[in-house]
């Protein structure tokens, strides 16, 4: 299903850890919402769907594993959430956000674990039969600035190191100026409500949204 055959709208959240893409991705899909009266479907990678979460706690919280081993963990995780989850979704028509995409396999497994690029990209491709989103916002930060931010115990990614966290920003960085027409590159080191309505109008003149009036107010008597 390409975007052109979709009648529903699909947008990614890209970045690393600590950036707020969890509080984006809700304000925008609040909003959406009451723009366009569609249903909105939040979900992430890994861990959208049931199989996802058992492979998530795998591979973020597992024992050390190779590269490829992870790479093909991310996958198996991205075809089964398109298949039972994000295409039904587009299909009805609704708008789909999601915490993180095949792009993420790419700037972690390929520019962060410094896989062939082509590769990883051909096997989530594979996995997605191409699908990819409308619009991918990428929420972009300072890796060791976004590390202050997190609250919970760090992961297998997130333990990763300095070194690898840059690399895999420089990745994303250089991905998103390959395909400027998909990607919006915002800096998240701005305010919450000043990033929300950057990604908001950013969105809206990409997807061609008008937001739907708001509902006539009856006048107000006078009072003699």
Known sequence: MSSQQQSGFFISFEGGDGVGKSTQSRLLGEWLRLATGRDVVWTREPGGTELGKVLRQAVLHGDHMDPRTEALLYAADRAHHVASLIRPA???GDVVITDRYLDSS????AGGRTLAIDEVEKLSLWATEGLLPQVTIL?????????TRLTDAPDRLESAGDAFHQRTRQAFLDR??????RWIVIDAAASIESIAVQIRDEVASRLGIVPAPEPARAPVPEVS
């Open 106 to 109: 790419i700037a972690y497994q």
């Open 176 to 181: 998103a100026a390959l395909d400027p027409t």
């Open 139 to 147: 929420l972009d930060l300072d890796p060791r600035v976004g590390a």
């Open 90 to 92: 587009l299909s009805r």
